[in-house]
Structures are given as structure tokens and as C-alpha cells.
């Protein structure tokens, strides 16, 4: 397939987007195709960073996501150009398999390596810069026919999934003498949840309404506690108290009924991508 050598044509991911008058700051969500030519250092494609935040990731807004897109092959590079905050950064790719190399202004090897693609979702390979400033990256594919590619650089790119987490005691039985029971949900027992998971929604399942009559769940590594909806036992609008996946929940179950039941914690979280993509944890 020959590459489109065209204006650069941008397009909208997930909804309308616009760009503010200034360098280096995106509003939206924002995907851009490369352009020729930039087969060279001289003729680098300037692009933004990636700024993703994990709330544009719940929303599905992708707020400060900035995505390109292009075609390679091995006789073939592709040269971009972009503005890195100093710290560590990540370079997300996605798409058919391509070698990548990011250098300083000075033509200092920062990165190098080759993307395979592995199972669903994207890669990510984190890379540390030592101070602000530009990088340019080479993009290059590893067959001589044209194939696509897809990156980010910058921030992480974030995704969603859930988890279910079950019940250290299993059966709960509320009795007659009243009072709360307490039931232990341990996420360790998980052994693949993703790093830096942050809870944005909870919800006890297992258990009807008339089963309990209150229920306060507690995330023991933030020490935060707070009540569950009545009826539905969830709560949501979770991100800002920044309760991590990786705890243990402790839910007080207040006395209504005699009943038993076995109940399942259940989280919708996002993550950074650090590596690969995961599917949902049970």
C-alpha cells in the first residue's frame, strides 16, 4: 500500500476536538496521520506529546491523548519530532510490528528497540529523559512492503477494565442477635491486576436489599471508608479519593434480616499502560 503523501489530515477520537493557540497543550483527544516528507532528522514531523489524565479515560473524553498514525517499511523511515518533559516517559505503540530509536538534539540514543505485537491492546516501554527539551524519534518498518503503525509518547496511555474480588470468610450470615458482620475482600489473591490501579466505582455483589440494611466498605491501604448506595450496594465517582486496587477491602454489613449469603467485591478501575494491555481480572 503506498503512503498517503497528503496535508496533514487530522481527525477526531471519540469526539469533536480542538487545540489552544499555545505549543504543547491539547484539549482533546487527538489523532494525527503522518505526513511526508520526514524521512530525515532535518525533516522530522513536529508532534505533541500524549497528556492523557485517567478521568478522560473513564469519561471516554481521552483528554490530553494524542495518537499517530502512518505507514512504513524498511527502505522507508518515518522522523518525527516532539517536546518531552525531563522524568520518565513512555512510548505506546500499537498496530503491525515496526523498530523505533528516540534520540536527544544531540543525536544520543535514548531508546531503542523493536515493537512486536502481543495479544489485545497496546505496548508501552518506558524510557527515562534527563532534562526538557526535544526528541526526535525514527519509526521503521521490518518488511519492505508498507504496513501501519500507531504511538503515543509522553504521559501513559490509560485503559479501564474490572476485577471481582472474593470473599476471605465466603459465606456471610447475619443472625438474630443483630449488630454488623464484617466481611474481607483481599485483591493480592489477584495475581494480575495491573500497577497503580485506581478504583473509580465498587459494588457488593451477592446480596439483595433486603438482605442488609446498611454497608460501608473501607480500602485499608488508604485507610478511606465511605457508605454504599442502598438497593444497589455500589458507589461511584471514585477517582479523586485515589483508593488503590491493590488492598484489602473491608466491608461492615449492617444487621436487617437473618440470611446468608456469599458476597463478591466488585471494582471498575483504570490503569496506566506500563507494558501490555490486561483484560478483566476475576
Same mark, same amino acid.
Given at each position: ?169 465466603? =459465606?456471610?450470615?447475619? $443472625?438474630?442477635?443483630? !449488630?454488623?458482620? %464484617? ?5 493480592? /489473591? &489477584? ?54 486496587? =491493590?488492598?484489602?477491602? $473491608?466491608?461492615?454489613? !449492617?444487621?436487617? %434480616? ?5 458476597? /463478591? &467485591? ?17
Amino acid at each position: 500500500m503506498n503512503k498517503k503523501k497528503v496535508t496533514k489530515i487530522l481527525t477526531t477520537c471519540l469526539m469533536s476536538l480542538f487545540v489552544i493557540g499555545m505549543a504543547h497543550i491539547t484539549v482533546h483527544a487527538e489523532t494525527v496521520y503522518e505526513t511526508e516528507p520526514n524521512d530525515s532528522r532535518e525533516t522530522a514531523e513536529l508532534i505533541e506529546a500524549n497528556k492523557e489524565t485517567p478521568s478522560g479515560t473513564i469519561d471516554g473524553s481521552r483528554t490530553g491523548q494524542f495518537v499517530v498514525k502512518g505507514y512504513s517499511s524498511t527502505d522507508d523511515a518515518d522522523w518525527f519530532k516532539v517536546y518531552l518533559d525531563a522524568g520518565t516517559n513512555y512510548f505506546t505503540c500499537n498496530d503491525n510490528p515496526f523498530n523505533y530509536t528516540i534520540e536527544d538534539e544531540s543525536g544520543n540514543i535514548i531508546l531503542k528497540d523493536r515493537y512486536e505485537k502481543g495479544g489485545f491492546g497496546p505496548t508501552a516501554f518506558e524510557f527515562y529523559t534527563p532534562s526538557s527539551g526535544y526528541y526526535y524519534i525514527q519509526i521503521r518498518g521490518i518488511i519492505s512492503t508498507q504496513k501501519s503503525y500507531i504511538f503515543l509518547v509522553g504521559s501513559p496511555n490509560y485503559a479501564v477494565t474490572k476485577c471481582e474480588i472474593p470473599c476471605r470468610e465466603g =459465606k456471610i450470615n447475619m $443472625t438474630s442477635s443483630g !449488630g454488623t458482620q %464484617t466481611a474481607h475482600f483481599d485483591a493480592d /489473591v &489477584l495475581s494480575n491486576l495491573p500497577e497503580d490501579a485506581i478504583a473509580f466505582s465498587v459494588a457488593l455483589d451477592g446480596l439483595r436489599s433486603s438482605s442488609v440494611g446498611t454497608a460501608r466498605l473501607t480500602n485499608e491501604n488508604s485507610g478511606t471508608s465511605f457508605s454504599l448506595n442502598y438497593y444497589t450496594w455500589s458507589k461511584d465517582k471514585l477517582l479523586s479519593m485515589n483508593l488503590p486496587v =491493590k488492598s484489602t477491602w $473491608t466491608a461492615k454489613l !449492617g444487621f436487617k %434480616t437473618v440470611t446468608s449469603f456469599t458476597p /463478591v &467485591l466488585r471494582v471498575n478501575f483504570v490503569y496506566p499502560i506500563y507494558n501490555t494491555m490486561v483484560e478483566e481480572v476475576y
